[in-house]
């Protein structure tokens, strides 16, 4: 038999042009584009090549008053007094011209976080797009989605999303505030902010009142003082754990409602009889997506142990095939690490894993020389006790544990301080159902994970945060209910 | 042939569950991968040497094969390097054109054999087909396997058959058919897949070709999976060999990097991929054309035998 040659995909990258990002941003207020009180910018990067992409304005104390007061305007001038079918033309509106734009977009949110364009692609822009189409629909059927009840919406929104997903987020955020008829002011992540951006340009072009949609930039201390500003009705945040705790300290005794997407460690479970082939792929699917900064990534396993070794050999053997490079390359699974601090954390909690005595395992992949990049890795034997199984890495670094038995995966699982998302993965429907209602998570996966749907509710529970995302329920956080 | 015949064991059964949706998915990550370049180039060469170019109709006649057997030898001779395909697929009757067509070069004779494609007839007349194929020069033998019987639950009966089939080709390497489009599932087509190589198959094989669906990426992921088990278990190599409905040279490399992602390198070779197609070589002839001269050339520069 002749030698094997390697047949190696050759690059395949997606042109940068499309993105069409200009030298400096401004802050959108009161529906124009306009310079910050601070007069201060800060740098946004491209973490896989470490270039400087654009400069944002940061927004100062003033501007955030500005803007506040812009959304509070737009609320008591048009918005609350709009026919509710009215919204919903600019909402569906705002969805169209994100499919028109979502090539530009795609590749903004690659260049900007460092994710696969594959992934940005085909998995974020046409996500958040069919958020704001299905917030569409509920905008004039609201008495429908809270039957023999009367809601009116809060008023003034303040919103704040984090860089794993950054458009949509905003589109998480946005599309339900506005159905049900609140104006908004939201901060993007300072090291993701240019999706958000361009999304403003869309409501722009959407043509929607000026002041119902505010877009101000900057780092946390923005973020702190729309939370403490005393004419929001209500704070949705999605990001740490920890700066959810500096909200709710923030607004307690405040007439502000509050929502909080927090931090996970969540628990896929692999039983003895899954389907393995595809297990493995939801495993991988699980932790590596999109760098496997996701707040519900599936970052403990759980496999039992009849089926470790096997599991786990054919799991490295998969590992060994991702492919780690340019995020604007179409055939990268694993992109860049979102920030040169982001890996640091990540590199210090594989330095902890190893101290702790785990055995770690890594993709023999090459990394790129510039950027921020991290290979696909492994902990195995792995306790409970082990802080990388307690604590979120939020990047692609694995734990796997194993188990005996039915209580004792359940009793595992439930052993976090997080409670946002699960897996489950075996042949029997009984025991998905047994199981799944033993596991105080938001979300539970049966024989598959990371799989989103705007008609599907997404939250947490314990340090995971509150409140929900998505779906129907996701209307609730922003309506109140009055007497008829 | 090496060894006695295997005896049914039934634990060859025990296989882990499919997942439809889960394998569905798996395969359309392998219909995002962008080839493009000199990657598409070796590509399409590749496809090229792993077909298997097929003509099984009632009207064939030895006409018919030896114009595709030239067809088989110069695929396009206006490009020069190509490689020739890996095999002639036909019935029994006309292996012995075929083989006189071919003499001299590297391309094998493949003959289906066994009752196909229905496979509705006793032991002894598949065993008396297949020898006729073996006898007439056959390289390769592809049979179809009793899905009657293995529908009814009678593993062991298949199992047998394919066992005593492959004694039957004595050098000639046997291609087990599964006929995926009759199992009606992919865990019946992973067990299908484990009987038939447990049983001595040196391929395994998707499709007849005139049952639909035929060959399809997701029963051909899992046929892949069935191989990747067995040669971590055993540290021996199975062929694999998707048939029927793969018509186009952008779903043939689709095709190769599923198995490059799920078998490796070491199986994009045509002495363990193969392609049962008609009409795949011209449209690959055609993007290699476009991709050597610049532009896309009408249909009407490639011969259609």
């Given at each position: 038999m002749a030698t094997i040659k390697k047949w190696e995909y050759s690059p395949a990258p997606e042109s940068k042009e499309p993105a069409a990002i200009a030298n400096r941003y401004e802050l959108f207020i009161n529906g124009k584009w306009v310079r910050p009180t601070s007069r201060n910018y800060f740098n946004s990067i491209n973490p896989a090549t470490e270039e400087k992409l654009s400069e944002i304005a940061t927004a100062?104390?003033?501007?955030?008053?500005?803007?506040?007061?812009?959304?509070?305007?737009?609320?008591?001038?048009?918005?609350?007094?709009?026919?509710?079918?009215?919204?919903?033309?600019?909402?569906?509106?705002?969805?169209?011209?994100?499919?028109?734009?979502?090539?530009?977009?795609?590749?903004?949110?690659?260049?900007?976080?460092?994710?696969?364009?594959?992934?940005?692609?085909?998995?974020?822009?046409?996500?958040?797009?069919?958020?704001?189409?299905?917030?569409?629909?509920?905008?004039?059927?609201?008495?429908?989605?809270?039957?023999?009840?009367?809601?009116?919406?809060?008023?003034?929104?303040?919103?704040?999303?984090?860089?794993?997903?950054?458009?949509?987020?905003?589109?998480?955020?946005?599309?339900?505030?506005?159905?049900?008829?609140?104006?908004?002011?939201?901060?993007?992540?300072?090291?993701?902010?240019?999706?958000?951006?361009?999304?403003?340009?869309?409501?722009?072009?959407?043509?929607l009142p000026p002041g119902v949609v505010n877009v101000i930039t900057g780092a946390g201390q923005t973020g702190a003082w729309l939370t403490q500003h005393s004419n929001i009705d209500k704070i949705?945040?999605?990001?740490?754990?920890?700066?959810?705790?500096?909200?709710?300290?923030?607004?307690?005794?405040?007439?502000?409602?509050?929502?909080?997407?927090?931090?996970?460690?969540?628990?896929?479970?692999?039983?003895?009889d899954a389907p393995i082939d595809q297990a493995v792929e939801g495993v991988i699917n699980g932790?590596?997506?999109?760098?496997?900064?996701?707040?519900?990534?599936?970052?403990?396993?759980?496999?039992?142990?009849?089926?470790?070794?096997?599991?786990?050999?054919?799991?490295?053997?998969?590992?060994?095939?991702?492919?780690?490079?340019?995020?604007?390359?179409?055939?990268t699974d694993i992109g860049a690490i979102n920030s040169a601090q982001q890996l640091k954390t990540i590199q210090s909690y594989i330095k902890i894993g190893k101290a702790e005595g785990a055995d770690f395992f890594e993709s023999d992949?090459?990394?790129?020389?510039?950027?921020?990049?991290c290979k696909p890795s492994v902990f195995t034997n792995v306790a409970q006790s082990n802080r990388i199984a307690q604590e979120e890495i939020f990047g692609p670094v694995l734990c796997i544990l194993t188990f005996r038995t039915d209580e004792e995966v359940i009793e595992k699982a439930n052993n976090s301080p997080y409670g946002l998302s699960a897996g489950i993965w075996t042949d029997k429907g009984a025991r998905i159902f047994n199981i799944s209602k033993q596991i105080r998570a938001g979300v539970i996966w049966a024989n598959t994970y990371n799989l989103f749907d705007p008609t599907s509710p997404f939250g947490g529970y314990k340090e995971s945060g509150f409140g929900r995302e998505g779906g129907l329920q996701g209307l609730q956080p922003y309506v109140q209910f009055v007497k008829p | 042939?090496?060894?006695?015949?295997?005896?049914?064991?039934?634990?060859?059964?025990?296989?882990?569950?499919?997942?439809?949706?889960?394998?569905?998915?798996?395969?359309?990550?392998?219909?995002?991968?962008?080839?493009?370049?000199?990657?598409?180039?070796?590509?399409?060469?590749?496809?090229?040497?792993?077909?298997?170019?097929?003509?099984?109709?009632?009207?064939?006649?030895?006409?018919?094969?030896?114009?595709?057997?030239?067809?088989?030898?110069?695929?396009?001779?206006?490009?020069?390097?190509?490689?020739?395909?890996?095999?002639?697929c036909v019935y029994p009757s006309m292996v012995s054109i075929a083989k006189k067509a071919l003499k001299g070069s590297r391309i094998n004779v493949a003959s289906v054999a066994t009752a196909f494609p229905s496979g509705q007839s006793s032991l002894r007349i598949k065993l008396a087909d297949t020898r006729l194929a073996v006898e007439a020069g056959a390289d390769e033998v592809d049979m179809v396997i009793s899905r009657g019987?293995?529908?009814?639950?009678?593993?062991?009966?298949?199992?047998?058959?394919?066992?005593?089939?492959?004694?039957?080709?004595?050098?000639?390497?046997?291609?087990?058919?599964?006929?995926?489009?009759?199992?009606?599932?992919?865990?019946?087509?992973?067990?299908?897949?484990?009987?038939?190589?447990?049983?001595?198959?040196?391929?395994?094989?998707?499709?007849?070709?005139?049952?639909?669906?035929?060959?399809?990426?997701?029963?051909?992921l899992v046929m892949l999976e069935t191989i990747r088990e067995h040669y971590h278990k055993t540290g021996k190599k199975v062929g694999m060999k998707p048939a029927?409905?793969?018509?186009?040279?952008?779903?043939?490399?689709?095709?190769?990097?599923?198995?490059?992602?799920?078998?490796?390198?070491?199986?994009?070779?045509?002495?363990?991929?193969?392609?049962?197609?008609?009409?795949?070589?011209?449209?690959v002839l055609m993007q290699v054309a476009k991709e050597t001269m610049g532009n896309y050339q009408s249909p009407a520069y490639f011969s259609i035998d």
């Open positions: 100062n104390e003033a501007d955030v008053n500005k803007a506040v007061q812009a959304a509070r305007q737009a609320y008591d001038k048009y918005w609350k007094k709009l026919p509710a079918a009215e919204r919903a033309k600019y909402i569906f509106r705002i969805a169209r011209i994100m499919q028109e734009r979502a090539r530009e977009l795609a590749v903004t949110e690659t260049l900007d976080g460092g994710k696969p364009i594959r992934e940005s692609r085909d998995f974020d822009i046409p996500t958040a797009a069919n958020h704001f189409f299905y917030y569409a629909g509920w905008a004039d059927k609201l008495n429908f989605a809270f039957p023999n009840k009367k809601v009116n919406s809060l008023g003034v929104v303040g919103q704040i999303t984090p860089w794993n997903f950054p458009l949509l987020m905003a589109a998480w955020k946005i599309a339900p505030a506005l159905a049900t008829g609140n104006t908004v002011v939201l901060k993007p992540a300072e090291t993701t902010s240019l999706t958000t951006i361009k999304l403003a340009e869309i409501i722009q072009e959407a043509d949705a945040f999605t990001g740490s754990t920890e700066v959810g705790r500096i909200i709710q300290r923030t607004l307690a005794g405040t007439h502000k409602k509050l929502t909080l997407e927090l931090g996970g460690k969540g628990a896929n479970i692999i039983f003895e932790i590596f997506f999109n760098q496997g900064h996701v707040c519900c990534a599936g970052s403990r396993v759980y496999v039992q142990e009849s089926i470790a070794k096997k599991f786990v050999q054919q799991l490295k053997n998969r590992i060994n095939t991702l492919l780690v490079g340019d995020p604007m390359d179409k055939n992949c090459a990394l790129p020389k510039k950027g921020f990049f | 042939m090496t060894g006695k015949k295997p005896v049914f064991n039934p634990q060859i059964l025990n296989h882990p569950p499919v997942e439809q949706t889960g394998v569905e998915e798996r395969t359309v990550r392998f219909t995002k991968r962008s080839i493009k370049g000199p990657s598409k180039m070796q590509g399409l060469h590749m496809v090229l040497s792993m077909i298997d170019l097929t003509t099984l109709e009632g009207k064939d006649t030895p006409g018919k094969v030896s114009q595709l057997c030239t067809k088989a030898l110069h695929l396009h001779d206006q490009i020069p390097g190509l490689p020739t395909v890996a095999a002639i019987k293995f529908l009814a639950g009678e593993y062991a009966y298949v199992f047998d058959e394919i066992a005593s089939v492959k004694e039957a080709c004595g050098t000639a390497r046997l291609k087990v058919i599964l006929e995926t489009g009759e199992l009606g599932t992919l865990d019946q087509v992973r067990k299908a897949s484990s009987i038939a190589i447990a049983a001595g198959a040196d391929f395994i094989k998707t499709s007849t070709g005139k049952i639909q669906p035929a060959a399809t990426l997701p029963v051909t029927g409905g793969i018509s186009k040279s952008k779903l043939a490399l689709h095709y190769l990097v599923m198995v490059k992602e799920t078998l490796g390198d070491a199986w994009l070779d045509k002495h363990w991929f193969r392609f049962g197609a008609s009409s795949l070589a011209n449209d």
